[in-house]
């Protein structure tokens, strides 16, 4: 299956919603009408641009996005690349991280997680 090409599209903003809602339709009607995977958006250091694009793609537009600072960017390294290419593989259903079976007993893990609840305080998305 051939991949599309990215698409981009620089967005100002003050009518940021507007436009990237048209910019995700775009997108679609490009593509026959399928969703995107996921919008990678670049932002600069601009405090209210994350919050109003993580709402529109995570939650109304129900598709991932991963936002990077334009500074980030800049002086990227290996290790800053790799941290961002494996949140995205991690948004698209892949795995990061295998605990190989044979190589310890499973009474000798540690199991360590911490709840996400940024979401649901932030944007107040109700539980179902």
Do not use: W
């Amino acid at each position: 299956m051939a991949a599309n090409p990215p698409l981009v599209r620089a967005l100002q903003s003050g009518e940021l919603e507007d436009e990237f809602k048209a910019f995700f339709n775009d997108i679609k009607r490009k593509c026959n009408g399928a969703k995107p995977q996921i919008i990678m958006a670049i932002v600069h250091k601009d405090e209210r641009t994350y919050p109003i694009l993580k709402r529109l793609g995570d939650t109304e537009l129900e598709m991932p996005t991963q936002c990077v600072r334009l500074g980030t960017l800049q002086k990227a390294n290996a290790q800053v690349i790799h941290n961002i290419v494996i949140k995205i593989n991690s948004k698209l259903g892949g795995t990061n991280q295998v605990i190989n079976p044979t190589s310890r007993k499973q009474e000798e893990l540690y199991y360590i997680g911490r709840p996400v609840r940024e979401a649901i305080s932030t944007y107040k998305v109700k539980l179902s």
